[in-house]
């Protein structure tokens, strides 16, 4: 019985190999994309593919389309074509960018820029998320087209760059934010009204519980 066993066993294997199924994939599109498997950005095709039932390695009948992938260009692993709405590394740090510069229009368009030391705060603050051009006069232009929209211009703007971008930060990733727009604010002294008001709204729009913002804002007027 042992032996028939192995027979058996071997037969199947044999089968196996003789009888399956073979995808014809079809490159739909390509791009480039953060690959989970490499773990940074890659080159990617957008397959299609159609199933058949192969005898000997011959595909010989149709068995139905398969789901289409993304297949990395590097690693070659497939993904499910939702792999592609993830951000690269270097998308990723565009949209960080974004978001330090539109903080910094809010903060100061809620507190004035009639003090020098909050206006050359609010440009270290940029420069230093990847900004190394900006200047004062650059920003102020900048602060005057955005105020030009009217009360929820820079509103506007902080909604677009904060919340697609707060589900792809972790928790310090977010704080951080908050409190680069808190420099600014107190850079000429304590928080303004407005600016308080403000800064709970980018608390908000980075899904941070309101006591986590207050203990935030508190923390960054203590000296350290």
Do not use: N
Not at 1 to 7: D, I, K, P, T, Y
Not at 176 to 204: C, H, K, M, N, Q
Not at 206 to 212: E, H
């Amino acid at each position: 019985m042992v032996h028939s066993r192995g027979r058996d066993d071997h037969c199947g294997k044999r089968r196996r190999r003789v009888l399956g199924t073979r995808i014809a994939w079809r490159v739909t599109g390509d791009g480039e994309f953060f690959c989970p498997r490499c773990g940074g950005d890659r080159c990617y095709q957008e397959l299609t593919g159609r199933r058949r039932f192969a005898v000997l390695g011959v595909p010989v009948l149709p068995r139905g389309a398969a789901d289409p992938v993304v297949a990395c260009a590097a690693c070659r692993g497939h993904f499910p074509p939702s792999a592609v709405t993830v951000p690269t590394t270097m998308r990723l740090a565009g949209m960080l960018r974004d978001a330090v510069h539109a903080v910094a229009l809010a903060v100061l368009a809620a507190g004035g820029t009639e003090e020098r030391v909050t206006r050359r705060t609010a440009v270290e603050v940029i420069r230093e998320a990847g900004y190394p051009d900006c200047t004062e006069e650059r920003l102020l232009t900048l602060l005057a087209v955005v105020s030009a929209e009217g009360p929820r211009g820079a509103d506007t703007e902080l909604g677009q760059a904060l919340e697609p971008l707060a589900p792809l930060l972790a928790v310090p990733g977010r704080e951080s934010l908050l409190l680069r727009g808190a420099r600014i604010a107190l850079a000429d002294g304590p928080y303004l009204a407005a600016e308080s008001t403000v800064l709970a709204g980018i608390g908000r729009r980075l899904d941070l519980a309101p006591a986590d913002t207050a203990r935030l804002l508190t923390a960054a007027r203590t000296p350290s």
